[in-house]
């Protein structure tokens, strides 16, 4: 076993993306594919890496770009200026992770009846628009993701199953926004869970994050509870 990865750039109008893929080539039929979401950053090592840890379970890992080729923020203030036009036009997000979804489709390793979406704090919301938006996959998982709806999916249905993995203390999803979430879920019709981890704060998973002052701190023990959550979940829903 070998796990090989390639840089892929994919376009909208005039618009260039660049993705990281990864797979493991001893698998020599389709396997089912995942799209890593990235934070409010950019796609960084971090989803680069996850990506890779996907490609070592059996699936086909794609780290999409929703800013365009090369553009990364540099730190809080840049890393909000680029997420911001997101959340003020949820569209826009949708149609992004639609096109990243269809590119994962694209792959010839990807078996594209077996596809998911995994995210990470602003990540995790883009993969839940994804199942707001009715978008065909099979599955959904968001990693302390901020979780406020938009406005423009009420009424629709989800085809994803859905898993939430949240820091109970996460300042920036206190727990009024859980239930809400929960409720927003069964309106969609969504197969939902949500994992809560007590005295968790925002990005337990980035072991960069160190600023409990801020809400945000890595904590190891719900890293790897919810990375064996997501892993059973994808099982699952690929079987």
């Known amino acids: 076993m070998a796990i090989q990865t390639r840089a892929m750039?994919?376009?909208c109008d005039d618009e260039v993306?660049?993705?990281r893929i990864a797979w493991d080539d001893a698998i020599t039929s389709p396997a089912p594919g995942v799209l890593v979401s990235h934070a409010w950053a950019g796609r960084s090592d971090f989803e680069n890496g996850k990506a890779e840890q996907l490609a070592a379970m059996g699936y086909v890992g794609f780290?999409?770009?929703l800013y365009g080729k090369g553009i990364v923020g540099s730190g809080p203030d840049e890393n909000s200026r680029l997420m911001q036009p997101f959340l003020d036009?949820?569209?826009l997000l949708?149609?992004?992770m639609q096109l990243a979804l269809d590119e994962l489709r694209s792959l010839p390793e990807v078996d594209t009846k077996k596809v998911a979406a995994i995210g990470f704090c602003f990540g995790g919301l883009c993969v839940l628009d994804l199942a707001r938006s009715g978008a065909d996959l099979g599955a959904v998982a968001s990693f302390h993701g901020l979780l406020g709806a938009p406005s423009n999916t009420s009424g629709n249905e989800s085809a994803a199953?859905?898993?939430i993995m949240h820091g109970?203390?996460?300042p920036m999803v206190p727990p009024e926004q859980v239930l809400a979430v929960a409720?927003?879920?069964d309106a969609l019709g969504a197969d939902w869970q949500i994992h809560a981890y007590g005295g968790t704060l925002h990005a337990f998973t980035n072991p960069q994050a160190a600023d409990p002052d801020q809400g945000l701190q890595y904590d190891r023990v719900a890293d790897l509870q919810s990375w064996n959550s997501l892993a059973h979940f994808l099982s699952e829903t690929f079987r």
């Open 161 to 163: 199953r859905v898993l």
């Open 17 to 19: 993306f660049a993705a």
């Open 183 to 185: 409720a927003e879920m």
């Open 89 to 91: 036009e949820r569209p």
């Open 168 to 170: 109970w203390d996460d």
């Open 63 to 65: 780290a999409l770009d």
């Open 94 to 96: 949708q149609q992004r």
């Open 9 to 11: 750039d994919y376009h």
